[in-house]
């Protein structure tokens, strides 16, 4: 296939998701610092957040050029193997340091998430949904070509014990539920693609679920959350346990139409709970009213429309599944985030992608869609569809028949 012009839609909503990040950190940044140091005495700079999302901002940007232009993805797909092993690797060094009470586990509400390196802090969880990705992409496409999809021994038990090791570190060890949900989205979607029996992956998804209500249903904090969501729906009274979801719904339904404005934002001062992290929704939502919003899930929609347009337009397998797995990160972290503050499930948590606050989770992601970046600039004109990998050597012509140069 010869390489044509990128899908320009991809670019775009990446890069205006990032900007529109920058907008809302700068706004609210400096409300968070107010409200730390009054709390806990801390001498933040009512810079500090804005310049830290900046930050990630750039470092976000040089890895999605990096995986779009400069390292082919057959070459990252070589390391598949390595790449999971590391990321389950750093995810048990990581539960081994916080069980031993080290320095390097940096902890948040009782659960250790991240390295603590000083001035910088890592999530290896984030690393290992990329790491999944690749490993998932290569692993289907080598069980495809040697026909050996679901197969027990050479498909399932492997497959079933890196489900079960990155499942296990992040949900039961960092007690994180909301990565949870964006691994097994991963596992799930691009398994659909994979070629498995429909009965077989009926059975997958049914022992995926109930491990999920198994996981929460033996948590207490997981399961003061559901109540606290069910109370908020029968309309309790405002408790501690329900207070996060009011505060969102009422920062959204605060913002109306079109929003109280930039800076103008009041649970941004202290009310509502990681108001730069998990519920930047909410917050924009009062900034910006529904006009805002609507833009932002037409922005999130476009990108995940044109994901699902590179995979059904690319024949290699292992692109495919690629694209798939990173279109699956993406709409279980988009969609499960917004359902949280808008009340539809309990809170969970998890991040808005290319919005919130942090570093990790953005460079990961963004990494990712460079990939799928990269990848778009090898499609058919035509779509692909099983038949035609199996009965055809060369699909149809580039996307592009006619364009030569490189984008």
Request: hydrophobic share 50%; with cysteine; proline share 3%.
């Amino acid at each position: 296939m010869r390489k044509h012009k990128s899908d320009l839609g991809i670019l775009f909503a990446t890069l205006a998701l990032m900007a529109l990040g920058l907008v809302v950190i700068y706004a609210i940044g400096p409300m968070r610092a107010n409200v730390l140091n009054s709390t806990y005495g801390t001498s933040y700079d009512p810079n500090y957040f804005f310049i830290g999302q900046l930050r990630s901002v750039l470092l976000s940007l040089v890895a999605f050029f990096v995986a779009f232009k400069v390292i082919p993805y057959k070459y990252i797909q070589k390391f598949a193997k390595p790449m999971i092993i590391v990321a389950i690797g750093l995810s048990i060094m990581l539960w081994i340091l916080a069980k031993s009470g080290s320095s390097l586990a940096k902890c948040e509400l009782g659960e250790c998430r991240w390295f603590n390196l000083g001035a910088v802090s890592f999530q290896p969880a984030e690393f290992l949904k990329l790491a999944l990705v690749i490993y998932l992409a290569d692993f289907f496409a080598r069980k495809r070509e040697a026909n050996e999809i679901g197969k027990i021994k050479e498909f399932w038990l492997p497959l079933g014990l890196i489900s079960i090791l990155s499942l296990g570190l992040v949900v039961i060890a960092q007690g994180d539920l909301g990565t949870g949900v964006a691994l097994i989205s991963i596992i799930l979607g691009t398994l659909l693609v994979s070629g498995v029996s429909t009965k077989q992956y009926l059975i997958t998804l049914t022992v995926l679920l109930v491990g999920s209500v198994l996981a929460i249903a033996t948590s207490t904090h997981r399961m003061e959350r559901i109540n606290a969501w069910i109370d908020t729906i029968q309309g309790a009274e405002v408790t501690d346990s329900t207070y996060h979801i009011e505060n969102a719904m009422l920062a959204i339904g605060t913002g109306g139409f079109a929003g109280v404005g930039i800076g103008n934002s009041v649970q941004a001062t202290g009310y509502l709970p990681e108001s730069i992290n998990d519920s930047v929704f909410a917050i924009m939502g009062e900034t910006f009213g529904f006009v805002g919003l609507f833009l932002v899930v037409m922005v999130f929609g476009a990108l995940l429309i044109r994901m699902l347009k590179v995979a059904s337009h690319t024949a290699p397998p292992d692109q495919r599944f690629i694209v798939v797995g990173v279109f699956s990160w993406t709409l279980a972290q988009f969609a499960v985030n917004i359902m949280a503050m808008t009340g539809l499930i309990p809170v969970t948590g998890i991040t808005l992608p290319l919005l919130s606050y942090g570093g990790t989770s953005m460079i990961f992601l963004a990494y990712a869609l460079g990939l799928v970046l990269q990848i778009s600039c090898y499609t058919s004109r035509e779509e692909i569809t099983d038949e035609n990998i199996s009965s055809r050597r060369r699909i149809g012509g580039s996307y592009h028949p006619s364009a030569r140069r490189h984008s």
